[in-house]
């Protein structure tokens, strides 16, 4: 089945500065790449997606990225805040096989 | 209802009984997924349902492990003979086709073995 790894495992940054999660798969038939944001003590949420016809994708200030010939996608967020704080996870999808990573732990100080 | 409901939300249990996970998806929606999420660890898969197809149980970590899904809607994961590692949050999701498609995710149950 699909693997998908995911760095860092934590990440922290400064309120205004950017944040990169990258995370790389395996299966190369994979052709949807969600990213979801948990907050403590919460259910995960999706915050963006790409699909496998696209390059980039924005929304405000999140950012995803997908190179198919290296299998890898990342996941942009500028001008970070606090309420940024959260975990994320990044998953890949084949067919119904939605695989996700490990997360990273991600920390905007003020 | 509006979301995922998953049943009961905290479960604390004896090493070696049975325990029963309830999941509500959200009515209409095909697909469903539960995930196992240990302490501050990823989303482990462990089965997936889709329509009437056979459920795939790549992820189930051993057959003490097993889930049904009845009418197409609810379903149940039944952890048998509990082991102290089974300790975790069993997450259930489910979408409304399963392709490329955002997961709505329940609150999870919060199981305990002692």
């Known amino acids: 089945g699909e693997n998908v790894e995911q760095h860092p495992s934590t990440l922290s940054v400064q309120e205004g500065d950017s944040a990169v999660i990258k995370c790389t798969y395996s299966d190369s038939a994979s052709n949807y790449f969600p990213w979801y944001k948990q907050e403590l003590g919460k259910r995960p949420q999706l915050i963006i997606d790409?699909?496998?016809?696209?390059g980039e994708k924005k929304d405000q200030r999140i950012a995803v990225t997908l190179n198919k010939t290296a299998k890898h996608f990342s996941l942009h967020i500028t001008e970070t805040q606090p309420e940024d704080s959260a975990v994320y996870f990044c998953a890949a999808q084949r067919d119904n096989d939605m695989r996700f990573g490990a997360g990273t732990r991600l920390t905007v100080k003020p | 209802g509006a979301g995922v409901s998953q049943s009961p939300s905290n479960k604390v249990t004896e090493k070696g009984k049975d325990v029963e996970l309830r999941c509500d998806p959200i009515s209409g929606h095909t697909a469903l997924y539960w995930y196992r999420q240990s302490l501050g660890q990823g989303l482990e898969f462990l089965i997936y349902f889709q329509g009437n197809s056979a459920p795939d149980k790549s992820g189930l970590p051993s057959d003490r492990f097993s889930a049904e899904r009845t009418g197409g809607s609810v379903s149940t994961l039944t952890i048998q003979r509990t082991q102290q590692e089974d300790s975790a949050v069993y997450l259930c999701?489910?979408?409304?086709?399963?392709?490329?498609?955002?997961?709505?995710f329940g609150s999870g149950t919060q199981l305990s073995v002692l």
């Open positions: 999701a489910s979408s409304l086709w399963g392709l490329n498609e955002k997961l709505f």
């Open positions: 790409i699909r496998s016809n696209v």
